[in-house]
């Protein structure tokens, strides 16, 4: 074999070589891309209304605050337990870098206390004297998205209902003073209330 032969061998291995390298950073960059991307994203239809998840309850739970109507005179403003859900790729996404990525979904499924046994709305179970879940009573969901709800720092906010199920199946987003100015104005990061959900902290 001649010289010439063989330096064209050892081109072409160092080429081919080349060649995979390149194509492995690219698949890894790829990957990591979609690493970074939620998957699980929010549904609009041809109205700009959003489709409520119907798989919400199988995303990371992450926290369900209460203000019962028996501490806040019979009228607190969400009497119900808040049950609230993230998709599991923008949980992952916003635990490694701190923020909530484009796309996020944060689902507040509402549930009525079960009942009211003293004047404070706590009722009296078999683990003691407290405040315990009963029926569903509705949902609303919080959307990340910047440039469509730009006017209301990126994320938008839809009811789909306070009351017994079935809840609609699509919802426009709230005007600003309806839910988003509460968020501006007493949110603990990125309009959202971490300091209720420890799995957000």
């Known amino acids: 074999m001649t010289l010439s032969l063989l330096t064209a061998f050892a081109l072409a291995a160092c080429e081919a070589v ?16 979609a690493a970074d991307q939620v998957t699980e994203k929010p549904e609009f239809n041809a109205k700009g209304e959003l489709v409520r998840p119907e798989n919400y309850f199988e995303w990371i739970f992450v926290g369900s ?3 019962p109507n028996g501490l806040n005179g019979g009228e607190a403003g969400f009497p119900e337990f808040h049950n609230v859900y993230i998709q599991p790729s923008a949980y992952r996404i916003y635990k490694k870098t701190g923020v909530f990525p ?3 979904i944060l689902y507040k499924e509402l549930q009525l206390v079960l009942r009211s ?5 706590s009722a009296d179970e078999a683990s003691g004297r407290g405040y315990f879940p009963g029926a569903f009573n509705g949902a609303d969901v919080a959307v990340k998205d910047s440039i469509r709800f730009a006017e209301t720092n990126g994320w938008g ?3 789909f209902g306070h009351h017994a199920p079935p809840l609609a199946k699509t919802a426009a987003a709230l005007p600003a003073e309806a839910c988003a100015a509460c968020h501006i ?5 990125d309009m959202v209330f971490t300091k209720f959900y420890t799995r957000l902290q």
Request: hydrophobic letters at 20%; zero cysteines; glycine letters at 8%.
């Open 18 to 33: 080349n060649t995979a390298g390149a194509e492995s950073n690219k698949n890894a960059e790829s990957n990591k891309d």
């Open 185 to 189: 104005a007493n949110a603990t990061k």
């Open 117 to 121: 046994d003293y004047e404070d709305g």
């Open 157 to 159: 906010y839809f009811n």
């Open 102 to 104: 484009e796309g996020t």
């Open 65 to 67: 605050p209460l203000t």
